[in-house]
């Protein structure tokens, strides 16, 4: 079954660096995700990204996250300069239409610890 | 403001029963909504949707239900099993583009 990759599955940064997380969505997937979960909360909206731009975004996500999708395959978060705030889990999620018709399919999570 | 509310004690159920779950919201009117299941340290996996004119889905052992009037949605899982203990959140959503808004979720241990 398709999957959802990340990479990497850890990263610990120091409070200031930039970090870049990334994501390989399903081939032919159209809709593409970044949701984070702070240790033992609730899963939290960032961003949504559509036909290569940004099609919603939550208050979280502020002028330190940006998105991109470089290439055909590759889905990025980039952080500019981390908080200790910033360390969760952070989910990719990609779907082949809008959420009204299908489920999104979340890869594994990179968790972010900021030092 | 938009709130998602689901049982926050852990669910402790027999194998072979079935276990319901709760899921209410207040201050909008979702379009849809969507059931996930989620282990330790893992991503969330996509069970069921179910659309605000639908009144009820099914996916072999779960179903779910959803009341517009009572703002509320019903997931049981029949026949359970020890597989099935993980914790389970709904996202009731109002657009289209994605702003799956989760419920904090609730856990089920199903117990041999």
């Known amino acids: 079954e398709p999957e959802v990759t990340q990479t990497p599955s850890h990263q610990v940064t120091q409070m200031g660096q930039e970090v870049i997380l990334r994501c390989v969505p399903i081939?032919?997937?159209?809709?593409f995700y970044w949701y984070r979960q702070i240790l033992g909360q609730k899963v939290e909206f960032l961003v949504s990204?559509?036909?290569?731009?940004?099609?919603?975004k939550s208050e979280i996500f502020d002028d330190q996250f940006s998105v991109e999708r470089p290439d055909g395959s590759n889905f990025t978060l980039k952080i500019r300069s981390t908080k200790l705030e910033d360390s969760a889990m952070y989910f990719c999620?990609?779907?082949?239409?809008?959420?009204?018709?299908?489920?999104?399919?979340f890869g594994s999570g990179t968790r972010l610890t900021v030092v | 403001s938009q709130k998602i509310e689901q049982n926050s004690e852990a669910l402790n159920i027999q194998e072979g029963k079935t276990a319901t779950l709760t899921c209410n919201y207040t201050?909008?009117?979702?379009?849809?909504l969507q059931w996930y299941r989620q282990d330790p340290g893992r991503g969330p996996v996509f069970l069921l949707l179910?659309?605000?004119?639908?009144k009820e889905k099914r996916k072999e052992r779960l179903k779910v239900t959803f009341d517009t009037t009572l703002k509320q949605s019903l997931f049981h899982i029949t026949a359970s099993q020890p597989a099935d203990s993980a914790t389970y959140l709904c996202?009731?959503?109002?657009?289209?583009?994605?702003?799956?808004?989760f419920g904090a979720g609730t856990q089920v241990v199903v117990t041999p």
């Open positions: 996202a009731p959503a109002t657009d289209s583009w994605g702003k799956l808004q």
């Open positions: 201050n909008y009117s979702p379009a849809y």
């Open positions: 990204f559509y036909n290569n731009e940004i099609s919603e």
């Open positions: 081939s032919n997937h159209l809709y």
């Open positions: 179910i659309r605000e004119n639908e």
């Open positions: 999620a990609s779907s082949p239409g809008t959420g009204t018709d299908y489920g999104y399919t």
